[in-house]
Structures are given as structure tokens and as C-alpha cells.
Nanobody
Framework: VQVVESGGGSVQPGDSLTLSCVVS????????VGWFRQAPGKEREGISC????????YYADFVKGRFTISSNNAESTVYLHLNNLKPEDTAVYSC????????????????????????WGQGTQVTVAS
């Protein structure tokens, strides 16, 4: 199984970015894919996840409409659209994959971010500075 993120970069406050996560080696529709981030000196936090089978989506409370997750199942790719970026969004963004039924059954109420995610990539750096 391979998980490969791309699309990060250095941007100014207020800019937008779209991150991509390609997951290969699995039956994509059977899995959920989540986006996480970790800033220097801080714990990893979940941003959003999508259950590919039925497109159920969860967002962390802090997202507040600025970030949007989407997927292209035919290309085994999940996207994270980042809008109105702020300096505090600076972090390494990574995606993880796990069995979709697990997220569907146990991920509600914000619990999805603390589930065990089986596969993950190296991440892509997002830096927001003026």
C-alpha cells in the first residue's frame, strides 16, 4: 500500500491550496481517507475524513468552513481544499487510510480522528507567511 501526498507549498495569508492524496494497493471504495496535520511542537490533529463507499464526511470543529474534502474514487485520490489560509495553518499535512466500515461505525462525534489509521504517507509541508 502506498499513500502519497502532494500540493503543499509556501503561500501568503488569505491564499488557497489544494492538497492531493493518492492511495494505491487497496480497494479504494472499501476505505476511508483522512487528512491530518502536525505543526512544530504540537500534537497531530485530524482535519477531515471521507468514507469512500458512501461519501460520509467528517470535519474537525476548527475547520469552520475554510477547508473542504473531496474524492475521486476512479483515481483513488482524496483532495483537501484549503481556503483563506492563516499563519497558524502552517504544518505538515498528511493523509491516512483505514477500513471504511470502522470509520462509519465508530467515527461519529469526532471520534474518527482518534481511530487507528492503517496506512499513511510522508506528508506535505504547508507554510503560510507574509
Amino acid at each position: 500500500v502506498q499513500v502519497v501526498e502532494s500540493g503543499g507549498g509556501s503561500v501568503q495569508p488569505g491564499d488557497s491550496l489544494t492538497l492531493s492524496c493518492v492511495v494505491s494497493g487497496i480497494t479504494f471504495n472499501d476505505y476511508a481517507v483522512g487528512w491530518f496535520r502536525q505543526a512544530p511542537g504540537k500534537e497531530r490533529e485530524g482535519i477531515s475524513c471521507i468514507v469512500n463507499e458512501d461519501a460520509t464526511i467528517y470535519y474537525a470543529d476548527f475547520v469552520k468552513g475554510r477547508f473542504t474534502i473531496s474524492s475521486n474514487n476512479a483515481e483513488s485520490t482524496v483532495y483537501l481544499h484549503l481556503n483563506n489560509l492563516k499563519p497558524e495553518d502552517t504544518a505538515v499535512y498528511s493523509c491516512r487510510a483505514t477500513w471504511g466500515r470502522t470509520v462509519a461505525e465508530k467515527g461519529g462525534g469526532g471520534k474518527w480522528s482518534s481511530l487507528y489509521w492503517d496506512y499513511w504517507g510522508q506528508g506535505t509541508q504547508v507554510t503560510v507567511a507574509s
